[in-house]
């Protein structure tokens, strides 16, 4: 093999190395996005309220919550590849279980083991990045996985309504299903141990113990809190968006995929800018312009749901700089949070998945609670959030150790 050949296939192993762990980093969206024009087809399908469709999304955020808390400390103990291909096992069973649940419960509970598996990718990437890289680096690899992860939320829709339109809600899972085997193959072939044997924890007790230790770093916590608050206004919207414009502005499943797909360009195009740009800005700058940007955009969409517009184009926009704006505070923040553990990655990448779909979790069956003709509990969710997640950031940062003069 010549030199030529050699850069080429180091290139190519580059690209399938990072197109993995941006796709396992994609789980969340995947579980979410496909399966969004689908909720009011659910309702009718099962003869449901939203607020009772919209628990099948906290099921999944609930179990892409509970998944993390075991894969990060197991795979300090055991490595990163085992606890990755058992994941994307059993996201396939569950994706497959989803498509073949008989009840709304059923559905629920699938849909809470397929979260569960999907925790697995979220924590192998982001763990993955920690064992490669660091600082500004990370900084930069983390941008580029949020940009192909923000692929996800664009075709995700577009996907879903696509199959609804021609199929029903159950082929949205068979795809799932799908892509998860193709995933499997991927992490096979391109994603290579990277937890050396002696970087490991000996024993998996110890780990958790470890886990346990972290949530008692309060500076730590602050940060994780802070982000994790900032995912849950995004859930919130995540789970409203369907009847807000399908409902509320009478928007068709394609038209609202659309919508979703321009909002989603929008926080991929920030999530790659906040890489490049943070080196010069600086990180912590970057995050307060971000939330402060959150705290504005919230506000108006609250303002717009006691005045509703005749036209959706400016909740599109005010939702479309909220959405941005997170995906700087998430690109940004980690290498921010991640700077400030005690342990080992992959426990503090655990907890800090586990408050993003903690707080996910909390979040989504709000905006449903005044039925599906209200908008008012999204924007209180969304501005309550964004002022939340700014104070506690505050907090934390006021817990640095300051140098010496």
Not at 34 to 48: A, D, H, K, N, T
Not at 163 to 181: E, K
Not at 219 to 236: C, D, E, I, P, Q
Request: proline share 5%.
């Amino acid at each position: 093999m010549n030199k030529n050949q050699k850069i080429t296939t180091s290139r190519m192993h580059k690209f399938f190395y990072v197109l993995s762990l941006g796709l396992l980093c994609a789980f969340g969206p995947l579980c979410t996005d496909v399966y969004l024009p689908g909720l009011p087809s659910i309702c009718r399908y099962f003869s449901i309220d939203p607020a009772f469709a919209q628990l099948s999304l906290t099921s999944c955020f609930l179990g892409l919550a509970a998944g993390q808390i075991f894969a990060g400390p197991i795979s300090d103990a055991i490595g990163r590849r085992k606890p990755l291909i058992f994941s994307v096992v059993l996201f396939v069973l569950a994706s497959w279980l989803c498509a073949e649940a008989s009840g709304i419960y059923s559905l629920i509970f699938f849909r809470f083991l397929q979260g569960m598996a999907g925790a697995g990718g979220l924590v192998m990437s982001r763990a993955i990045a920690c064992d490669k890289f660091q600082g500004a680096e990370l900084t930069r690899f983390m941008s580029l996985l949020m940009t192909i992860n923000s692929v996800a939320p664009v075709l995700g829709p577009i996907i879903g309504s696509f199959l609804l339109t021609f199929s029903t809600w159950q082929s949205v899972f068979i795809v799932l299903a799908c892509f998860g085997i193709i995933l499997l193959l991927l992490s096979f072939s391109s994603v290579p141990e990277s937890l050396e044997p002696q970087k490991r924890q000996q024993h998996i007790a110890q780990t958790f113990k470890g886990m346990f230790a972290e949530c008692t770093n309060k500076r730590f916590m602050l940060y994780v809190l802070s982000l994790g608050t900032v995912m849950g206004g995004f859930f919130s919207y995540l789970s409203a968006s369907p009847f807000v414009f399908q409902v509320i502005f009478s928007s068709t499943p394609f038209q609202y995929s659309l919508i979703f797909a321009s909002i989603a360009i929008s926080i991929s195009a920030s999530a790659f800018a906040a890489g490049r740009l943070a080196p010069r800005v600086g990180e912590r700058k970057m995050i307060y312009i971000a939330m402060s940007l959150m705290i504005i955009s919230a506000s108006a969409v609250l303002f717009m749901s006691f005045y509703l517009p005749s036209s959706p184009v400016p909740v599109i926009i005010f939702l479309m700089i909220f959405c941005s704006m997170m995906g700087t505070c998430q690109t940004v923040g980690f290498g921010i949070v991640m700077s400030s553990r005690k342990g080992g990655a992959g426990a503090a990448s655990g907890i800090f998945g586990v408050m993003h779909f903690f707080c996910g979790a909390l979040m989504t069956p709000v905006p449903g609670l005044m039925g599906e003709n209200s908008m008012i509990p999204l924007g209180l969710c969304l501005t309550s959030c964004a002022l939340l997640a700014l104070i506690l950031f505050k907090a934390a940062d006021g817990m640095r150790i300051k140098p010496k003069e």
